[in-house]
């Protein structure tokens, strides 16, 4: 069972912390970061000027730059924010850049292979912690970025066989000054759950998307919007998240199949009970979680 590392005495506050990609994800924690006093500086690091013109104006950060080696120099924290097609390139590239003695996280989706290309091949000084903050949006970029996404929300992190118990609080509490609640669980168990509770929803929202006809497309309503959301995420970071997890999607799609049949025979025998008893299940476990 997914346990909670027990918090520090209290928050700490950082000189510098860098930001690898200041988007929707790592521009809320900036914003956050220096709205709540725990960041003196903030750096954001990313490829395209426009952007990083745009993370300071929101405040993300206090001064960016494109010259990774320069924006890592005076870090005593790193947070990775890239896609997770590049985040195993980008977190060693920043363990080869940063200071020994600089923390590192990222905010990847998928976990097992991250964590496990990292615990085998970064520098014995490296000190990195994988996370997961269960928070965003379908808007991406610097300009979506927000305070307080992370308030009252869930972020997993999934220490590997190299990490540090201390490493591991310090990341804990990062996370729990930014409001956030924190879960510890192994990688593994991260992407077999994630796969059910965040990837097999996407999925099914492009599919419900990509199947509606167009001339239907006038008659939608909030229901089809609302259970349609999160297929305006942007496909190539979807893509890449899908097949770094793909076993667990395949596991929890071939349950939702199984679901889908059972309505499916239950419509064609007529069979009024059946179809109330599959919207039964599906109703308590919805009303579990709340609004």
Known sequence: MPAQ?????????????????VGLI????????????????????????????????????????????????????????????????????????????????????????????????????AHYVGSHPLAGGERGGPAAATAGLFEGRTVVVTPGDATREEDLQAITSFWQSLGATVTCMTPDEHDRLLAAASHLPHVAAAALAAATPHDCLPLVATGWTDTTRVAAGDPELWKDILLANRSNVLDALGHYEEILNRLRQALARDDAAGVVDILREAKLKRDAVGS
């Open 26 to 125: 790592g521009g809320s924690i900036g914003i956050d970061l220096l709205r709540r006093g725990l960041a003196k500086n903030v750096v954001g690091i990313g490829r395209r000027p426009e952007s990083l013109r745009i993370a300071q104006a929101v405040g993300a950060c206090t001064s960016a730059t494109l010259d990774v080696p320069q924006g890592l120099d005076q870090a005593q924290l790193i947070v990775v924010c890239t896609p997770v097609g590049r985040l195993v390139h980008d977190v060693r590239a920043a363990a080869s850049f940063c200071r020994p003695d600089t923390l590192i996280t990222d905010v990847g989706s998928t976990k097992a292979h991250i964590v496990a290309e990292l615990d085998r091949e970064l520098p014995r000084e």
């Open 5 to 21: 590392p027990s918090p520090p005495a209290r928050h700490q506050r950082w000189e510098t912390v860098a930001i690898v990609g």
